[in-house]
């Protein structure tokens, strides 16, 4: 069993299990947990105490799982590790995004002119809920510091053999897995988001609701598009690796 460590634990959380692989085999001498439906588990990278869980596909799982590990476990910071499709035709396969802002793609008025994204009542009065919210702060800033130094492992794409990149960008989610070019028009005239997924909003407003510091790294997988299933299978693992590797790395942890 590791050595039970003071300060509190990061957690990690991925949307599905390939999303956390690599930092999983990354843990010394990692013990498991269960919190509700949610089997974790637990070890060390360097000095630091993680906890790793798979929240399931979706905003109402993302939520629900992070609400749940802050409740009851109390972590000093969540990272969400993962993947995303490619919206911004900018991102190549395997770019890793340090999200500066989360937004919800999908939270406001759907009229014939697209979205009109608004904030909504929240659960106390006076209290409204955004559709947009940026990462901690001094995360952000240590994340930044770390791409300095980071050298990303080569990858093969359609063929191509390069280095992914990692840098600053919009990550945007909602329930939607796949969308038609009017959707995807809209989110780049009216967001300008680098990928979309479909939880880091919602485990980004669960943390910053319950004053949890958070930040997101999300690698683009496939380009955005009506029915990416294929696409995603292809391009995801490599997508998710990368990802991984990012946040696993010393760049990150020692910045």
Not at 64 to 84: D, E, K, N, V, Y
Not at 92 to 110: E, M, N, P, R, W
Not at 164 to 177: E, M, T, W
Request: with cysteine; hydrophobic share 40%.
């Amino acid at each position: 069993m590791p050595a039970k460590s003071k300060a509190k634990p990061i957690l990690v959380l991925g949307a599905v299990p390939s999303e956390i692989a690599l930092i999983r085999a990354h843990l010394e001498s990692p013990e498991t947990g269960q919190l509700a439906i949610y089997p974790y588990l637990r070890g060390r990278i360097g000095k630091l105490d993680i906890i790793t869980a798979v929240t399931g596909v979706g905003v109402t799982n993302g939520a629900m799982c992070t609400a749940l590990f802050l409740h009851h476990l109390a972590p000093r910071a969540t990272i969400i590790s993962g993947t995303g499709s490619r919206l911004n035709p900018e991102v190549d396969c395997g770019d890793v995004i340090v999200s500066k802002k989360t937004l919800h793609h999908a939270a406001g008025s759907l009229t014939d002119d697209g979205m009109v994204y608004r904030k909504v009542r929240g659960p106390l009065p006076k209290m409204m809920t955004h559709f947009a919210y940026k990462p901690d702060a001094e995360l952000l800033k240590k994340a930044v510091s770390a791409i300095k130094t980071y050298q990303p492992e080569k990858i093969t794409v359609d063929g191509e053999i390069y280095r992914p990149r990692v840098y600053p960008g919009i990550v945007s989610a909602s329930d939607l897995f796949g969308v038609n070019q009017a959707k995807i028009d809209d989110l780049r005239a009216k967001l300008s988001p680098h990928l979309m997924e479909m939880e880091s909003a919602a485990i980004a407003q669960v943390c910053d609701h319950l004053d949890y510091p958070h930040i997101v790294f999300r690698a683009g997988s496939n380009r955005t598009q009506p029915n990416p299933g294929t696409a995603y299978r292809k391009y995801g693992q490599t997508a998710a690796a990368c990802a991984a590797r990012w946040l696993a790395s010393p760049s990150f942890f020692s910045a």
